[in-house]
């Protein structure tokens, strides 16, 4: 009995520590403009972006980017991971291979994605596919340069243990080097999610009819600041939700691995 | 070069323990009885049939457990079964088995993380044991532990290899385990390591912790090796020593 009040206690403890920030950060948002330090017709009160987003989604305009723009990052980022999940394995398993591509990796690697989205619109127009190939050039390298690192880097003594047991080149790679791998493929995906998320917006910005970073802009082309707001809070939300569901699923996917608490 | 002309020979059922100061090669022997690494020359025969790479009449048990960390213990007992298409019933009793020898059963379900050192090194035992090996290769199993884990699990040892009768080599850098344990004590040399002598060890079994620590007999066995392995450690310190002087006259000489 004691004990459940004392965790109801610690609970609520952990929800107001958690939450005061946010709490004053959003208080702070509808005094300041309010009382006239910052000007409101730049940052609205929190109250009025508030309204603005109940309009807009009432109306139902708001549902309708938020799911283009989740579908051109899910595509972008899911082929992504098909593609730098099993390039990333071949390319840390078999090292010749990765001496052969890794050249070319590097080079594109280290090319602005951006700065490749104008050939991207030259190529496949301004539609669908360039936004999802942007997305797609962007979220790889994380994923791929995480996969190989988790695949090189398998403890050596674990590889020497599952010899001695006589296992097969394929017994070893599906049951060491790939559950060993699994924590840093995870976090690649996870980094690669975000990045994809930030490219998102830019390519939306940059060459869309429709999307989150498509009504950011637009509603600051007409001076539609509230909208323009309630549009960045969306994105924020969804920015979180996505991150801690990745979190959560790599917990999941780790379950064996010892939790640090620093 | 790590391992010239060594020579060793090791009976069925044997315990047969290897000093030797660090760095002489204790642990490439064993990798290489294990099967895997191969030597530059020489061969290794059991039962008169020469080696060729690892196999599972061969257990090796490491100083740092090499215990797969996102299998529970008994997962990680069934891994060489698993290895080898024994199917998943049998080879879960099989684990259960061989947690149950070592004292485990409770913690068939912790990870590697949940377990303490000796704990980690005992499902290492027993996965090693699980698939029923005729020789069991030991590189320093117990360095990695403090002092009390330590002496239990020697006293474990000896009554697990008194059960199953598993030919044991086990390679430590301590001589009063290699005495309190072996029936015979293979002393190596500095590098390159050469097997210097072997001391037999009559003392009587089973062998208690104290009773058999304290015993006259075992200070005797114990003061032989000792005097063998020291001059073989004053040997590799001289190497480390010289190496050390030409590096301070290298510093000097910059310095100047």
């Known amino acids: 009995m004691d004990k459940n009040i ?24 509808e005094l300041l403009p309010t009382v006239g330090i910052i000007d409101r017709v730049f940052l609205p009160p929190v109250s009025e972006v508030a309204m603005a987003l109940v309009k807009m989604i009432s109306s139902g305009s708001l549902i309708d980017h938020i799911l283009i723009s989740l579908q051109r990052a899910f595509l972008g980022f899911a082929l992504a991971v098909l593609v730098a999940v099993p390039l990333g394995i071949l390319m840390g398993w078999y090292k010749l291979f990765e001496r052969f591509v890794d050249p070319l990796i590097q080079a ?19 539609g669908e596919a360039s936004k999802i190939a942007i997305l797609f050039k962007a979220a790889l390298w994380p994923i791929l340069i995480n996969t190989i690192s988790g695949v090189k880097t398998v403890d050596p003594l674990l590889i020497k243990s599952a010899r001695s047991m006589a296992v097969s080149n394929v017994f070893l790679f599906r049951k060491v080097v790939l559950p060993s791998s699994i924590p840093s493929i995870a976090s690649g995906i996870r980094i690669g999610a975000s990045i994809a998320l930030v490219v998102l917006v830019a390519a939306e ?30 994105l924020v939300l969804l920015g979180l939700i996505i991150n801690y569901a990745l979190v959560w699923l790599e917990k999941k996917a780790t379950g064996w691995k010892e939790e640090i608490n620093i | 070069m790590a391992l010239n002309n060594v020579n060793l020979e090791i009976r069925k ?53 090499a215990l797969f960390p996102w299998r529970t213990a008994l997962e990680n007992v069934e891994f ?24 485990l059963s409770a913690f068939e379900g912790r990870y590697p993380y949940e377990l303490s050192g000796g704990m980690k090194q005992r499902v290492a035992i027993a996965r090693a044991l699980a698939y029923d090996p005729d020789i069991l290769l030991m590189d320093e199993p117990f360095g990695a532990l403090d002092a009390q884990t330590r002496e239990i699990l020697q006293v474990e040892l000896l009554k697990i290899w008194e059960e199953t009768h598993k030919t ?26 050469v097997i210097k002598s072997i001391v037999n060890v009559y003392l009587p079994r089973p062998r208690l ?17 000792w005097r063998l392995v020291k001059d073989e450690v004053a040997k590799s310190q001289q190497e480390v020593s010289y190496e050390m002087s030409v590096q301070s006259d290298l510093a000097e000489k910059v310095g100047a």
């Open chain 2, 80 to 103: 060489g079964l698993e290895a080898n298409g024994i199917p998943k019933s049998e080879r879960s009793a099989v684990a259960k088995k061989y947690l149950s020898l070592v004292g």
């Open chain 1, 108 to 126: 594109f690697r280290n090319t602005s994605t951006l700065a490749l989205y104008p050939v991207f619109i030259l190529f496949l127009g301004i």
């Open chain 1, 205 to 234: 910005m940059i060459g869309a009819k429709s999307g989150l970073g498509f009504l950011i802009i637009n509603s600051q082309y007409n001076f539609m600041i509230p909208e323009m707001y309630a549009a960045i809070v969306i």
């Open chain 2, 168 to 193: 044991i080599l086990f390679v430590t850098h301590s001589i009063d385990e290699a005495v309190f344990l072996a029936d015979r004590v293979a002393v190596m040399t500095a590098r390159p390591g």
């Open chain 1, 6 to 29: 004392f965790r109801g206690i610690s609970y609520l403890r952990d929800g107001v520590q958690g939450s005061l920030i946010i709490v004053i950060f959003l208080a702070l948002w």
């Open chain 2, 13 to 65: 059922g044997e315990f047969m323990a290897l000093v030797g100061p660090s760095g002489c090669g204790k642990s490439i022997l064993i990798d290489i009885v294990g099967g895997i690494t191969q030597p530059n020359g020489g061969k290794i025969y059991i039962d008169g049939k020469p080696i060729n790479g690892p196999a599972l009449d061969r257990g090796i048990v490491f100083q740092g457990y």
């Open chain 2, 209 to 225: 912790d104290e009773e058999t620590k304290s015993s006259p007999e075992f200070a005797k066995v114990r003061y032989d090796i």
